[in-house]
């Protein structure tokens, strides 16, 4: 029996790439900067589960310094290395479809960090498409921030909120009740057509409840996303039979392609529960893709390092569940799609190695060293599985 299961803890970069400077990261250090800034809150980092998988040596492969709190062992339990991108920028659906064997050498469109940030062509026919009374923000902003800033104008005015982040993407928050789900969808499709001129990636639905400037982002958020341009491994497991199990934001990623099941959470640990469930379900020749979107959405874009920190120990905890789960031919890979340092200045992301942190009964642990792709990890799970190899990448196990 042959199964496959990747972890992708969005945004957990370890250490700026050679090419960083290019995109102004040149210092960042997601892992590294966490675990300084722990170190001196006098409670240095315990991760003890994913050190032992690697995960310290990991970052000393990309950075050639022992992040605080940690040091050279013995006794790993994974393969462990670090992966450099090969896609021009350093945004989700880039990452993410690296991963799986389709690098982005095309350049995405973007908006600019100007107010108002979109073409004024543009936010006029999205109001003559849906009737609103006009737009809030129209400009680059953190989801979480902006909601709270303007969310209760929105209630007040029934006008969307718009904004754009360093991704190639067009945000539409909106109220669930006040403003209403199924309208806010119907939105945003209106804005993927759109869109397209300007070769923007996706377009997301950010849905929200609360009140009184206390609002809350909900499970419902929906990606409208550009499909990838050639077939990724979830195509090549779907099409060999496989079933290919996505969850959380993972189906919307790859515009549903190549994916068999979708199962949603609202935050990490709910994640992690269904993730435990779909351990217990998956079958032969199957592929797990879970995303753990609370690091960059909650923590890495509102420059939070507490709560990265305890997001990663959360994680670090429940671990052992998972890894006790594991049957006789899986293969596991705990990796991420790109950087987002909580002490870098602004709210984006940032362009840094990823780790490739493979494990699992038949995994013998060695290191890895620096991929010059992160598609090396989708064709090491193409080759587990079987299936037809991807068009990039090299099979490292």
């Known amino acids: 029996m042959s199964r496959a299961f990747i972890l992708l803890l969005d945004s957990f970069g370890l250490g700026a790439t050679p090419d960083a400077d290019k995109y102004g990261d040149a210092a960042a250090n997601t892992f590294g900067h966490i675990a300084e800034w722990a170190a001196r809150e006098g409670a240095p980092m315990q991760l003890h589960n994913l050190e032992k998988l690697g995960l310290a040596a990991a970052a000393h492969i990309a950075t050639g310094t022992w992040a605080e709190g940690f040091k050279e062992r013995e006794g790993f339990t994974g393969a462990y290395g670090v992966a450099r991108e090969?896609?021009?920028?350093?945004?989700?659906?880039?990452?993410?479809?690296?991963?799986?064997?389709?690098?982005?050498?095309?350049?995405?469109?973007?908006?600019?960090?100007?107010?108002?940030?979109?073409?004024?062509?543009?936010?006029?026919?999205?109001?003559?498409?849906?009737?609103?009374?006009?737009?809030?923000?129209?400009?680059?902003?953190?989801?979480?921030?902006?909601?709270?800033?303007?969310?209760?104008?929105?209630?007040?005015?029934?006008?969307?909120?718009?904004?754009?982040?360093?991704?190639?993407?067009?945000?539409?928050?909106?109220?669930?009740?006040?403003?209403?789900?199924?309208?806010?969808?119907?939105?945003?499709?209106?804005a993927y057509e759109l869109v397209k001129p300007y070769n923007i990636g996706r377009v997301i639905a950010r849905p929200f409840t609360g009140a009184n400037g206390d609002y809350k982002r909900t499970a419902?958020?929906?990606?409208?996303?550009?499909?990838?341009?050639?077939?990724?491994?979830?195509?090549?497991?779907?099409?060999?039979?496989?079933?290919?199990?996505?969850?959380?934001?993972?189906?919307?990623?790859?515009?549903?392609?190549?994916?068999?099941?979708?199962?949603?959470?609202?935050?990490?640990?709910?994640?992690?529960?269904?993730?435990?469930?779909?351990?217990?379900?998956?079958?032969?020749?199957?592929?797990?893709?879970?995303?753990?979107?609370?690091?960059?959405?909650?923590?890495?874009?509102?420059?939070?390092?507490?709560?990265?920190?305890?997001?990663?120990?959360?994680?670090?905890?429940?671990?052992?569940?998972?890894i006790a789960r594991l049957k006789d031919g899986d293969?596991?890979?705990?990796?991420?799609?790109?950087?987002?340092?909580?002490?870098?200045?602004g709210s984006d992301h940032t362009r840094e190695h990823i780790p490739m942190i493979f494990f699992g009964p038949g995994v013998a642990p060695r290191a890895l060293g620096v991929s010059e792709t992160f598609s090396d990890i989708g064709q090491t799970l193409a080759h587990h599985l079987g299936v037809k190899p991807l068009s990039n990448g090299t099979n490292l196990l």
């Open 86 to 190: 090969q896609s021009t920028g350093k945004d989700t659906q880039s990452g993410h479809w690296e991963i799986a064997g389709v690098p982005v050498l095309f350049d995405w469109g973007y908006f600019p960090k100007t107010v108002p940030t979109f073409p004024q062509e543009l936010t006029d026919k999205l109001q003559a498409l849906t009737g609103v009374p006009g737009f809030l923000g129209n400009c680059h902003a953190s989801g979480t921030t902006i909601i709270n800033e303007l969310g209760d104008e929105h209630v007040a005015t029934g006008k969307p909120i718009l904004y754009t982040s360093a991704d190639s993407v067009l945000q539409i928050a909106a109220h669930e009740e006040h403003f209403g789900l199924e309208r806010l969808f119907e939105m945003c499709e209106h």
């Open 220 to 322: 419902n958020r929906h990606d409208y996303a550009v499909p990838p341009p050639s077939p990724t491994l979830l195509d090549h497991v779907k099409d060999a039979g496989g079933e290919v199990i996505a969850l959380g934001k993972i189906s919307d990623i790859y515009a549903a392609k190549g994916v068999s099941r979708v199962v949603k959470g609202p935050d990490n640990m709910a994640l992690f529960d269904q993730l435990l469930k779909v351990q217990d379900e998956a079958g032969d020749k199957s592929l797990t893709f879970v995303n753990f979107v609370d690091f960059d959405m909650m923590f890495g874009h509102r420059r939070d390092v507490a709560g990265y920190s305890n997001a990663l120990h959360e994680l670090d905890a429940r671990l052992p569940e998972f």
């Open 331 to 345: 293969v596991c890979v705990i990796t991420a799609d790109h950087g987002c340092d909580p002490t870098s200045p």
